[in-house]
């Protein structure tokens, strides 16, 4: 492409660029000005209250949603609809119990769902779903349906589909949200790893920051329609939020964890990172 | 008085005779029986079954409609399907527009068609036929025009079968991989609008879901299996069809109470398997 690419001689171990990059919805401008470069092997987390625009920005990277201004490369190249390189965990619908596919089905999708042709039966694939299950840890549930399993394992295996199709980039919308804590353990240590291992760039939504504190590289806060980049000692600091909130935000450190508070009542609705774990609780 | 229910129910003398003349309505329900063996599958991964009721009384009414206006049961009945299957797979985003659309369009469609059979006065014999289900001898035009649509069917159908699964079990993943739900819907819905119209004609449009919907049903009660459930739904639906079509032949009974009957107790079999060793 010869196109006024700012970019000449793209990196090979960038594998995703947002410059100046704006979405807006009419008069509304949904959030503006990111600027953001991730690499192979790198993990970003996407931060910021209910309603913030985390999905949208996901959603522009897929290319479902075009950018109102600004420019969005992935592996050099503007970002296209049903790109294949890029791995997808949407958000967690409870499946119904009587969702009538097993774990093995799902993550054959990963591989050839998007196929059309007769649905003949393949001993490649076999072998790859099942390699991809087990590097999960669900090998035992293959042959289990997607409705009758927990929470965790319904990621564990979302993670397995995902990774099946050898993606250099892997997008995951609220992969810990239903889940207890061991789950948030199990389920983000797991994609930290894959990350390194299979050298793809990470990018993940998430309201609370504390299950991924010790692996993330940097965030991306987004909040009233702007965002900050950074690591997380640069951007969950008091004058950071605060700055962005337009209000007095407090970012408190407790026992390793981060808890911000103050964030105002109509942006903190389902904000957990807001207020740590125990907003859960009534008042 | 026994005796006479049994004998209206079944008579089977000159059996050998009788199965000859009835050749060709057996060759159209093995085929419905693969069309809708196969296509009760996505029907219940989609969960469509529903709509599969609304198609099939539209279908009724367009069947009626062809009877009146002259133009023929079978245009009437592809027509009145594939209207409905369209407006219900524009509608197939959300399930809850889409189920109260079709339980508005159903009504609708059982009037209108009751309307045109009213008004029809032509040979009365075969009117119920449609609501209910006939054995009328399927005559070779009839039969060959079934043969051919349950084809594309059966083609379309295996063509995009993946596709098909992946968009009904997977929106977001589906839709993130670049596959288009709209397109896939109207896709389906037009296969199954064909099928619901070979069906009318045969088992008639009250109980077309017996043929749609429940082979399919019952075998996912026994397996998840991506080839074990369309395999074992086709052979019950096979078995049902044909099955029914053969036991009616010897009374003056419809053959859509055997069809149906059969269905039912193939799913409950399997209701009873899958309790005490669950597909899951």
Same mark, same amino acid.
């Given at each position: 492409m010869s196109d006024a690419a700012p970019d000449p001689a793209p990196d090979p171990d960038v594998v995703?660029?947002?410059?100046?990059?704006?979405?807006?919805?009419?008069?509304?401008?949904?959030?503006?000005?990111?600027?953001?470069?991730?690499?192979?092997?790198?993990?970003?987390?996407?931060?910021?209250?209910?309603g913030s625009?985390?999905?949208?920005?996901?959603?522009?990277?897929?290319?479902?949603?075009?950018?109102?201004?600004?420019?969005?490369?992935?592996?050099?190249?503007?970002?296209?609809?049903?790109?294949?390189?890029?791995?997808y965990i949407p958000q967690q619908r409870i499946a119904d119990r009587d969702t009538p596919v097993?774990?093995?089905?799902?993550?054959?999708?990963?591989?050839?769902?998007?196929?059309?042709?007769?649905?003949?039966?393949?001993?490649?694939?076999?072998?790859?779903?099942a390699a991809a299950l087990d590097a999960v840890g669900a090998g035992a549930w293959a042959k289990r349906s997607i409705g009758t399993m927990s929470g965790g394992e319904q990621q564990r295996v979302r993670i397995a589909q995902a990774l099946v199709g050898r993606p250099d980039l892997l997008l995951c919308d609220e992969p810990l949200s239903s889940?207890?804590?061991?789950?948030?353990?199990?389920?983000?240590?797991?994609?930290?790893?894959?990350?390194?291992?299979?050298?793809?760039?990470?990018?993940?939504?998430t309201h609370d920051i504390n299950p991924v504190l010790t692996m993330v590289d940097r965030v991306v806060y987004v909040a009233a329609g702007q965002v900050r980049v950074g690591t997380v000692s640069e951007v969950l600091t008091t004058d950071v939020l605060s700055d962005l909130?337009?209000?007095?935000?407090?970012?408190?450190?407790?026992?390793?964890?981060?808890?911000?508070?103050?964030?105002?009542?109509?942006?903190?609705?389902?904000?957990?990172?807001?207020?740590d774990h125990h907003e859960q609780a009534p008042l | 008085?026994?005796?006479?229910?049994?004998?209206?129910?079944?008579?089977f003398n000159n059996y050998g005779e009788l199965l000859v003349l009835v050749r060709n309505s057996i060759i159209a329900g093995a085929a419905l029986g693969v069309v809708g063996g196969l296509i009760g599958v996505l029907v219940m991964s989609r969960d469509l079954a529903f709509a599969v009721h609304g198609v099939s009384e539209l279908s009724f009414a367009g069947a009626s409609a062809g009877l009146l206006l002259g133009i023929g049961v079978v245009t009437g009945a592809l027509t009145g399907s594939l209207v409905a299957a369209l407006l219900i797979g524009f509608l197939g985003s959300r399930a809850r527009d889409r189920n109260s659309a079709i339980a508005v369009l159903m009504p609708f469609g059982l009037g209108l068609g009751i309307l045109c059979l009213s008004l029809y006065s032509g040979r009365s014999a075969n009117k119920f036929g449609l609501l209910t289900g006939q054995i009328v001898a399927v005559d070779d035009p009839r039969l060959h025009s079934m043969l051919v649509i349950s084809a594309i069917v059966v083609v379309g159908l295996l063509v995009a079968w993946r596709p098909l699964l992946f968009t009904s079990l997977d929106p977001e993943v589906a839709s993130a991989r670049g596959l288009p739900r709209l397109g896939l819907s109207l896709y389906f819905m037009v296969l199954l609008g064909l099928a619901t119209a070979v069906s009318v004609q045969i088992v008639g449009s009250l109980l077309v879901l017996s043929v749609l919907v429940t082979p399919a049903a019952a075998a996912l009660r026994v397996s998840r299996s991506p080839v074990l459930v369309p395999v074992l739904s086709v052979a019950f639906a096979v078995t049902a069809m044909v099955g029914g079509i053969m036991?009616?032949?010897?009374?003056?009974?419809? @053959?859509?109470?055997?069809?149906?009957? &059969?269905s039912f107790l @193939?799913?409950?079999?399997?209701?009873? &398997?899958?309790r005490f060793r669950p597909a899951a």
């Open positions: 995703l660029t947002f410059r100046d990059a704006a979405v807006r919805f009419g008069e509304r401008t949904l959030w503006s000005g990111l600027d953001l470069t991730l690499r192979r092997g790198e993990f970003v987390a996407i931060l910021g209250p209910n625009g985390k999905t949208s920005l996901l959603r522009t990277v897929l290319g479902q949603l075009p950018l109102s201004d600004g420019s969005l490369s992935f592996l050099g190249r503007p970002a296209r609809h049903g790109d294949r390189r890029i791995g097993r774990a093995r089905e799902l993550v054959g999708f990963g591989i050839d769902g998007h196929r059309f042709g007769l649905p003949l039966p393949n001993r490649a694939k076999r072998v790859r779903v889940l207890d804590l061991l789950h948030q353990r199990g389920v983000s240590q797991l994609l930290d790893r894959s990350r390194k291992d299979h050298d793809l760039g990470l990018l993940m939504i909130y337009q209000t007095t935000v407090e970012v408190l450190r407790v026992q390793g964890r981060i808890v911000v508070a103050g964030v105002p009542r109509d942006e903190a609705s389902g904000h957990l990172g807001a207020d | 008085m026994t005796h006479d229910l049994l004998s209206e129910l079944f008579q036991l009616a032949l010897g009374g003056n009974i419809p @053959i859509s109470p055997f069809v149906t009957t &059969i @193939i799913y409950l079999t399997c209701r009873v &398997i899958g």
